[in-house]
Structures are given as C-alpha cells and as structure tokens.
C-alpha cells in the first residue's frame, strides 16, 4: 500500500524558514510527478509546486516563486520543499501528492502538516 508522509511542518516567525519532508514507501513512485498543494482554515487547497520525476523540471504558484523550492532526494526516496520568507499568508496544512505523469489527478495524498507564521 502506497503511502505518503509528511513532516518538517511548525510554528514559525514571518520572515523565517522551514523545510518539509515527504516520505514515500509501499511502491516506487518513479516517473511520478510530485507535487504539494495547501489549505488554509476557510479556503480551497490549492496547488503550491511540483516536480516532475523524471527531468526534475519544477513548477511554482506564482505567490511562493523565488521563496520556496521544491526538490528529491534520491537517496531517501522523499520529496521536500523549502520555505524561505514565509509570510503569515502561508499559514495552512501542507499536504504532499503523487500523480503520474500522463494523468491530471493526484492518485496519492498523504495527511499533511501544519504550518503556522506568526506576523
């Protein structure tokens, strides 16, 4: 059974950075595009970045480029996502998702993790 894990999320100052983790296990998620999507209290997920699997092209909302940065690290089977200057906005559960390539819809989510900037 696939799974999808996330971690690294937290309470942080505006201004300030954090990384997120999303582990993969029970199948091999290669040559699926990764991607992480928010939802913050009141309002519709909404799609943050993702990286194809295979070419590591990534692709930014236009509200976090230049500050975030997606990336794989192969040697762990996981996907992360640095958050530089985050702002109080950013506030909202972080949720990782896998969907393959040729496919429009994330097949795979995982649970998400909090993230909460404090002005």
């Known amino acids: 059974q696939a799974h999808l894990i996330e971690s690294g999320g937290g309470l942080v100052q505006a201004g300030g950075s954090l990384r997120l983790s999303c582990a993969t296990s029970g199948r091999d998620f290669s040559g699926y595009t990764m991607g992480w999507f928010r939802q913050a209290p009141g309002k519709e997920r909404e799609f943050v970045a993702d990286l194809t699997w295979s070419d590591d092209v990534p692709t930014y909302t236009d509200s976090v480029k230049g500050r975030f940065s997606i990336s794989r690290d192969y040697t762990q089977d996981m996907v992360l996502l640095q958050m530089n200057s985050l702002k109080p906005k950013d506030t909202a559960v972080y949720y990782c998702?896998?969907?393959?390539?040729?496919?429009?819809?994330?097949?795979?989510w995982g649970q998400g993790t909090q993230v909460t900037v404090s002005s």
């Open positions: 998702a896998a969907r393959w390539p040729t496919e429009s819809e994330y097949r795979y």
